[in-house]
């Protein structure tokens, strides 16, 4: 059972590694920095997180999550929810591309509490895709997301590792969500 100072402590390391994330690439990013800003030693830091990976899985899915629920605003049809989430995860990492090349680093990672936050953080991403095509159907709403999902990371690994544009990804992520329409439009109208 976590205790209340526990909690709040977890919570002081989560927001110290963020911050350092966004001042540094991860790789720059020192734990006893960390736990320095924190205000907690740092084998107090790895008792709460078993490696610098796990820590930053933890960022990566606190981050995602406070994104995902900007991003859940109603906005009214499921075309138009679909697109404002992908956008907004277009968005936030084009404003933070560390993020993204520490998620794309961690990918490797062997400790096993950062694989699985990491592969809990893949199965939130489509599932909230998903959600926004819920019409569709379950099957082929978490193919759309998975495939949207593909598209945006793969797309998002050129732009931030070779100097793609982000605005090509928001039109492409665009254009496929041009592909569901009709399927969206029938779906609505059938559960009328």
Known sequence: MTTTW???RRGRILVAAREALEEQEYESVQMRDVAQRAGVALGTLY?????KEHLYAAVL???AAGAAAVAGADHGTPEARMRARIHGVIAAY??????YRAHVTLQSSADPNARALL???????RASLAAEVAVLGAASAEDAATMLWA???SRLSHAIYRGGSLDEIHRIADEFVDLLVPRLRD????AR
């Open 6 to 8: 526990q909690t709040e």
């Open 47 to 51: 008792r709460c997180f078993t490696s």
């Open 61 to 63: 899915s606190d981050w």
């Open 94 to 99: 084009g404003r933070l591309p560390q993020f």
């Open 119 to 125: 592969t809990e953080f893949g199965r939130t991403a």
């Open 151 to 153: 598209l945006i990371t």
């Open 187 to 190: 779906e609505q109208v059938d």
